[in-house]
């Protein structure tokens, strides 16, 4: 069996030095290619450097709505110049994070995650969508920029009526470890009723961490168990699951391309 983690932060703080120690443990759980993401000028760095280290490693480049304030034209420069790397092989994670009052003001958001848009159009990349208390305001501005290349939603946690706004723009519909969760009866019925061909599974590691590890610090690995509960909540069994979300992942950050 091979599992895809189509969202995960194995560049973040605790995975530093012990890329090789998770990398292990996931293949035990046959966790095998992942798409690490970048949100910042630091981890859009890191990221490329465990693509560039390891082959079933890809990295997800981009300005997250959080850091709005840091981005400038030698940010944006920079970024250019990583969009054009073989090892990237998409835009994220951006999109609007309206849930901290601390974050950066809607307008100044919108205006980021615009840019980052037309970015995906020019240099023919998909994008990974972080939508935080911004369902509304995330579906005007990609309705309005209509991305050609993928569209991935990353750990979706929306009721169905917004999913199927979401399916409508053809975007990809990426399940963290919140399906795992008891009280999450909305994500588990989006799964449920998400087309098999737009269905991603993810850890969003270090954060998110599924059943049975909950209160865990969550890696890699255990986008097993998300695709498990992805699994349950289809009436499916895991290995559909499985190769199901691998070969949608390949298409969608079109790897297959690539190799
Ligand atoms: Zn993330």
Redesign the pocket.
């Known amino acids: 069996m091979k599992i895809f983690d189509a ?1 995960t ?1 194995l560049n973040d703080e605790p995975f530093a030095g012990k890329t090789d120690y998770y990398l292990q443990r996931a293949q035990e759980l046959d966790v095998l290619e992942m798409a690490i ?1 970048g ?1 910042n000028k630091l981890f859009n760095q890191t990221a490329i450097e465990l693509a560039q280290k390891y082959p079933q490693l890809h990295a997800v480049i981009g300005w997250h709505p959080e850091f709005a304030n840091e981005y400038n034209l030698t940010a944006e420069q920079e970024l250019i110049a990583q969009l054009q790397l073989d090892e990237v092989i998409a835009i994220g ?1 951006i999109g609007l994070d309206y849930h901290w009052p601390q974050n950066p003001q809607p307008a100044q958001q919108k205006e980021l995650f615009a840019r980052q848009l037309d970015l995906a159009e020019q240099y023919q990349l998909p994008v990974n969508i ?1 939508t935080r208390d911004a369902f509304a305001d995330t579906y005007e501005v990609l309705k309005a920029h209509q991305p050609h290349y993928g569209v991935i939603m ?2 979706f946690n929306g009721p169905l009526t917004w999913l199927s706004k979401f399916l409508d723009l053809d975007c990809y519909i990426s399940y963290s470890g919140v399906v795992s969760f008891k009280n999450a009866p909305d994500v588990r019925a989006a799964a449920q009723n998400t087309p098999a061909n737009r269905l991603l599974v993810e850890t ?1 590691a270090p ?1 998110l961490t599924p059943e049975p590890h909950r209160g865990e610090q969550n890696e890699p690995g255990f986008t097993h168990y998300v695709a498990a509960a992805v699994a349950q909540c289809r009436q499916e069994t895991l290995e559909q699951v499985a190769a199901n979300t691998w070969k949608n992942a390949h298409e969608v950050y079109r790897l297959n391309e690539k190799n």
């Open positions: 969202h932060h993401i949100s994670e972080h990353h750990s969003d954060y």
